[in-house]
Nanobody
């Protein structure tokens, strides 16, 4: 069992930055596929970024590429999402997710077994 706790959300003006953290308990994150997703009101949960394993390639959604950066700190058992140049359309609840290192697509919600409670990010124009 893996427990994930996100933090770092908040209210920021357009063009600003936030860093989200996702701390895990119960298992070493380095052995897991980790992803960030977001869900805006009235919309489905969508993929933001993911990394199959520590040291592996990081994949980003086109909408955040060049603005968001995914990283891991294995010593702290924590993953991060650095978000720069934020836009109002980035407003959503952001979730981190963990899954096994298997062949499933990193893009799909169904590929992940564990989810955090979410943290709200609001970007004002």
């Amino acid at each position: 069992q893996v427990q994930l706790v996100e933090s770092g959300g908040g209210l920021v003006q357009s063009g600003g930055s936030l860093r989200l953290s996702c701390e895990a308990a119960g298992r070493t994150l380095g052995s897991l596929r980790m992803g960030w997703f977001r869900q805006a009101p009235g919309k489905e949960r969508e993929f933001v970024a993911a990394n199959r394993y520590s040291g592996g390639i990081i994949i980003y959604a086109d909408s955040v590429k060049g603005r968001f950066t995914f990283s891991r700190d294995n010593a702290k058992n924590t993953v991060y999402l650095q978000m720069n140049s934020l836009k109002p359309e980035d407003t959503a609840v952001y979730y981190c997710a963990a899954g096994p290192r298997d062949g499933k697509s990193v893009y799909y919600v169904q590929s992940y077994d564990y989810w955090g409670q979410g943290t709200q990010v609001t970007v004002s124009s």
